[in-house]
């Protein structure tokens, strides 16, 4: 079982430990503000936004395979409803902790149905381009989301 902790979790367990430390620090030396529009994230291997954000986007589909330390995301063979001649498997890989553009790649496989057996088809390059905009589209919403909580 994949054990997922929220990014608000994270934020309010580092400020806990934050605090902890800097009630040893002399009063009258300068602190450096901290860093809330951080895009980092230290509980997982990889950026916590990316993650939710797939998994959202994604949760449609039967997942196959979840390891949030690789920041990999394999699914399973999808049948769209309106498509039933058709399926659709990803595999989503999150490539750093930084929430940027070049941290997502979305890989997918197509097949559709002739004479009862599953034949692989091509997938339109715009179908992956357009999953990864929305995946960090969402990304971003979900971190301004978490800036605007903050205050």
Same mark, same amino acid.
């Given at each position: $079982?994949?054990?997922?902790? #929220?990014?608000?979790?994270?934020? &309010? $367990? ?9 009630? %040893? ?6 602190? &450096? ?9 230290? *509980? ?8 939710? #954000? @797939? ?9 196959? *395979?979840v390891?949030?330390? %690789?920041?990999v ?11 039933? %001649?058709?399926?659709?498997?990803? @595999?989503?890989?999150i !490539?750093?902790?930084d929430?940027?553009?070049? &941290?997502?790649?979305?890989?997918? #496989?197509?097949?559709? *149905? /002739? ?8 997938v339109?390059?715009?179908? @992956? /381009?357009?999953?990864?905009? !929305?995946? !960090?589209?969402? &990304?971003?919403? !979900? ?9």
């Amino acid at each position: $079982m994949v054990r997922i902790r #929220s990014p608000r979790f994270t934020v &309010a $367990m580092a400020a806990i430990a934050a605090c902890g430390l800097l009630a %040893g620090c002399a009063k009258n030396k300068v602190r &450096a503000a901290p860093d809330i529009a951080a895009s980092r994230i230290t *509980q997982i291997g990889v950026n916590s936004y990316l993650w939710r #954000s @797939t998994l959202d986007t994604l949760s449609f589909m039967p997942m196959l *395979q979840v390891d949030s330390e %690789g920041g990999v995301i394999l699914t399973d063979w999808f049948i769209n409803p309106k498509a039933p %001649g058709e399926r659709m498997k990803l @595999t989503v890989t999150i !490539l750093d902790q930084d929430l940027r553009a070049d &941290a997502l790649r979305v890989a997918a #496989s197509r097949q559709v *149905q /002739q004479a009862g057996q599953w034949v692989d088809a091509p997938v339109e390059a715009a179908t @992956t /381009q357009k999953l990864e905009d !929305l995946i !960090l589209t969402h &990304a971003r919403d !979900l971190r301004r989301r978490e800036l605007s909580a903050r205050g």
